[in-house]
């Protein structure tokens, strides 16, 4: 019932939607689940393998089954088909099935070879490894093998089968328009839903379209062309085109390298640019500082050439010394023997040949007389 249970709640998760103002709806919020360990440790067993039921076989109506039925009598629900590549498509159904009612017994019919040859085509998995891949999924407890292709009572009831589910589209096959015609009509049928974009054909489309790709994918992992069904020419070319694409990659791998290493040399370039022009400027600004027009090599030259001046030029007297006017006069040297007073001053003394002797106009006239 835990496991119903749980299943109920992944069964009722909505997807989240946003609003239009990008906020999710309180009720679409998705939900959690209890940590549990519910995974079976064994595959479910065939029904030829089973002992035979001892009760007679009676058949709940939907009602019952809805309602619930108990332990020792779950609703026996039958699913069959191909299985073929199992996927989750396939285990998508099947839980649908096993969820029908709170108690539920799934059996799924899956069909031969044989079957699935005449009346649907070829397949990629023979009957065996379709059995063996259905019986290992988590929802299923019964596989019937060999399942027949149309559904007869007889077959019902010797499996005991309440009710068949399968998906409500029309199944035309075997001559006839829908195979669960007359288990719908019957009040056997319960339908499920099929799970879009996932199915064998899909499957099968996929390998087709990229066939080169998966051949080549093979032989690089050591399978031989003839394992692959594959000519001896195909097989030369498959090797040279996986030849010409490591050469590709290689190349591809070389441009984006060379790209990184061209976009590194310009962001340092750029760096080495901008500190260029940051230590040019700085270099104009001090060039001008000392030799511009206001530098100051100017400055440095004027007070150069001002000392200069000052050095070789003589000092002039201060304003507040006496005139010439007011200077005594220069003293003149007498003979001892001369008391006549001396007359004013002369103009400059003129040099005579005696060192250190002053001459005066009175001196010069004694010495005419």
């Known amino acids: 019932m835990e496991a119903q249970s749980s299943s109920g709640l992944l069964l009722s998760r909505k997807r989240r939607r946003e609003g239009s103002n990008g906020e999710t709806e309180e009720g679409e919020r998705l939900g959690k689940i209890p940590r549990c360990t519910v995974g079976l440790k064994h595959p ?3 029904a030829d393998e089973l002992e035979p039921a001892a009760t007679p076989y009676e058949r709940v109506n939907m009602e019952e089954a809805k309602r619930g039925t ?6 026996r629900v039958y699913a069959d088909g191909i299985f073929d590549v199992f996927h989750s498509g396939h285990a998508r159904a099947l839980m649908q099935a096993k969820c029908l009612f709170p108690n539920t017994h799934l059996i799924v019919g899956v069909c031969s070879d044989d079957l699935t040859h005449k009346y649907k085509g070829f397949t990629v998995m023979n009957e065996d490894e379709r059995y063996d891949a259905t019986r290992h999924c988590r929802y299923v407890d019964e596989v019937v093998r060999n ?15 309440d009710f068949v589910a399968h998906d409500d589209i029309p199944y035309s096959s075997a001559g006839s328009d829908d195979v669960y015609k007359h288990i719908k009509e019957a009040g056997m049928f319960a339908p499920t839903q099929r799970t879009e974009g996932i199915s064998t054909s899909d499957i099968i489309t996929r390998i087709v379209r990229d066939y080169d790709v998966y051949v080549r994918r093979n032989l690089q992992r050591g ?5 692959l069904n594959v000519s001896f020419i195909n097989e030369k070319k498959y090797h040279l085109q996986e030849r010409v694409d490591k050469v590709k990659r290689k190349v591809r791998d070389v441009e984006e390298k060379s790209k ?3 976009q590194k040399v310009e962001e340092k ?5 901008q500190k260029w022009e940051e230590k040019s400027r700085e270099f104009i600004g001090n060039f001008l500082q000392m030799f511009g027009p206001e530098g100051a090599l100017k400055h440095m030259l004027k007070e150069g050439k001002g ?27 007498r003979l001892p023997f001369f008391t006549k007073t ?4 002369s103009p400059p003394p003129h040099h005579s040949g005696a060192r250190g002797y002053l001459i005066s106009d009175d001196d010069d006239e004694d010495d005419e007389n």
Do not use: C, G
Request: charged share 20%; glycine share 0%.
């Open 44 to 46: 479910a067993p065939f």
């Open 70 to 75: 108990p332990p020792d009598r779950p609703v």
């Open 147 to 161: 399942a027949p292709w149309t559904l007869t009572p007889e077959f019902l009831a010797r499996h005991r089968i």
């Open 223 to 227: 399978y031989t062309a003839k394992e």
């Open 260 to 262: 990184e290493f061209v």
């Open 269 to 273: 370039s750029i760096d080495l640019i």
């Open 307 to 333: 000392r200069m001046l000052q050095a070789i030029s003589p000092r002039q007297s201060p304003n507040s010394s006496p005139t010439r006017e007011e200077r005594s006069p220069s003293p003149t040297f």
């Open 342 to 345: 001396s007359p004013p001053p």
